[in-house]
């Protein structure tokens, strides 16, 4: 059972060192059963996994909905709980024709981007009453980036209403002590010191830059953090797939997309390191964003109860240092990637 926790940067928040994530429950790529939810998220908690992210987005909804129905029922001091805003849902114009893109299941309400003021209220609003609780511990600002919004000129107009209205809600919040902290998540590298020369955030989730195979964060980006005290959740620590399921499968995916050839090769050249040190490659994957200073924990969805439990597990498995120091001597790991584990 995991019991030690994590400073998350300066903020006064501690988080466990591994998190559960929502997307799955949110329904992704499958429905999930009710009951199978449920015992996900009992596992979870039974694990010793005591930080809890979701947001609106998952789902559509269904992912608040799922996280409240457990965590109300457990003592409010014991658990962490984030999630997002940037987004608000609303009645279809047309109830009987709805169709929701891009998650499998999900709730039947359509979503408008808004980061006014107005809409980072409503937003927190919305999920304090989806979660049935009337505390949220970290709220983040949402998928503000191109991957997700789409365009350019967009992403400079929600930008610019963050700067305007968006941020005095965040703040105001934060001033009160309804939020603890404030974070932004953040899927493509470069986006860090954007946030940064705008807003005094308290920490990033980062969701695919700093993975196993992928660590170009630590030339700028996580020194600029470390320098300001601004803590880092890593969440996608299987790089979306291939990190979990290995090489050896069909169609392995990295960044929500089939892996090319390259990260494929480079990939198998980490599994043969796991190979010789008999270490296997989720623990890896797992572990090795932890070893940084800055990074309070892993968040890592699960769909199913035994899911749930090997991710907390997964900090058990004992990695000695040569294996690391290997992947570095080959070229695997950023030349400064961290050599020791972090306390």
């Keep these: 059972m995991i019991v030690s926790s994590r400073k998350l940067g300066r903020s006064g928040v501690s988080l466990s060192p591994v998190g559960l994530g929502g997307v799955p429950l949110g329904?992704?790529?499958?429905?999930?059963?009710?009951?199978?939810?449920?015992?996900?998220?009992?596992?979870?908690?039974?694990?010793?996994?005591?930080?809890?992210?979701?947001?609106?987005?998952?789902?559509?909804?269904?992912?608040?909905?799922?996280?409240?129905?457990?965590?109300?029922?457990?003592?409010?001091?014991?658990?962490?709980?984030?999630?997002?805003?940037?987004?608000?849902?609303?009645?279809?114009?047309?109830?009987?024709?709805?169709?929701?893109?891009?998650?499998?299941?999900?709730?039947?309400?359509?979503?408008?981007?808004?980061?006014?003021?107005?809409?980072?209220?409503?937003s927190y609003d919305q999920s304090l009453m989806r979660l049935g609780l009337n505390t949220i511990d970290l709220l983040l600002i949402h998928d503000l980036d191109v991957a997700e919004i789409g365009s350019e000129d967009?992403?400079?107009?929600?930008?610019?209403?963050?700067?305007?209205?968006?941020?005095?809600?965040?703040?105001?919040?934060?001033?009160?002590?309804?939020?603890?902290?404030i974070g932004a998540g953040v899927n493509i590298l470069g986006t860090i010191p954007e946030f940064l020369r705008r807003f005094d955030l308290n920490f990033f989730l980062v969701a695919m830059p700093y993975t196993l195979l992928d660590q170009e964060v630590l030339?700028?980006?996580?020194?600029?953090?470390?320098?300001?005290?601004?803590?880092?959740?890593?969440?996608?620590?299987?790089?979306?797939?291939?990190?979990?399921?290995?090489?050896?499968?069909?169609?392995?995916?990295?960044?929500?997309?089939?892996?090319?050839?390259?990260?494929?090769?480079?990939?198998?050249?980490?599994?043969?390191?796991c190979t010789r040190y008999d270490v296997p490659l989720k623990a890896a994957a797992f572990q090795f964003p932890l070893r940084h200073p800055i990074v309070a924990s892993v968040v890592s969805g699960a769909g199913t109860p035994a899911q749930a439990t090997e991710?907390?597990?997964?900090?058990?498995?004992?990695?000695?240092?040569?294996?690391?120091?290997e992947l570095m001597s080959l070229g695997l790991l950023h030349p400064d990637a961290p050599q020791a584990r972090a306390a």
């Design 27 to 122: 329904e992704i790529y499958a429905r999930v059963n009710e009951t199978v939810a449920q015992e996900t998220m009992s596992a979870a908690w039974e694990a010793g996994i005591r930080y809890y992210d979701t947001s609106p987005w998952y789902g559509r909804g269904l992912s608040e909905l799922r996280f409240g129905s457990l965590l109300r029922q457990k003592p409010r001091g014991e658990f962490v709980l984030s999630t997002k805003v940037g987004r608000t849902f609303h009645r279809p114009s047309d109830p009987s024709s709805f169709k929701g893109e891009f998650w499998a299941g999900g709730l039947p309400f359509e979503h408008r981007f808004d980061y006014t003021y107005d809409g980072i209220m409503r």
């Design 219 to 273: 030339n700028e980006e996580f020194p600029l953090c470390r320098e300001r005290g601004v803590g880092i959740v890593v969440g996608s620590p299987y790089a979306s797939g291939i990190l979990a399921t290995g090489t050896n499968t069909p169609d392995p995916y990295y960044n929500y997309l089939p892996a090319t050839r390259t990260v494929l090769e480079k990939t198998r050249r980490i599994e043969a390191v």
């Design 154 to 181: 967009l992403v400079k107009h929600h930008f610019r209403d963050m700067e305007r209205s968006g941020w005095r809600a965040l703040e105001a919040l934060r001033h009160s002590g309804e939020i603890s902290a």
């Design 311 to 325: 991710n907390a597990r997964l900090l058990d498995v004992r990695i000695p240092e040569e294996f690391w120091q």
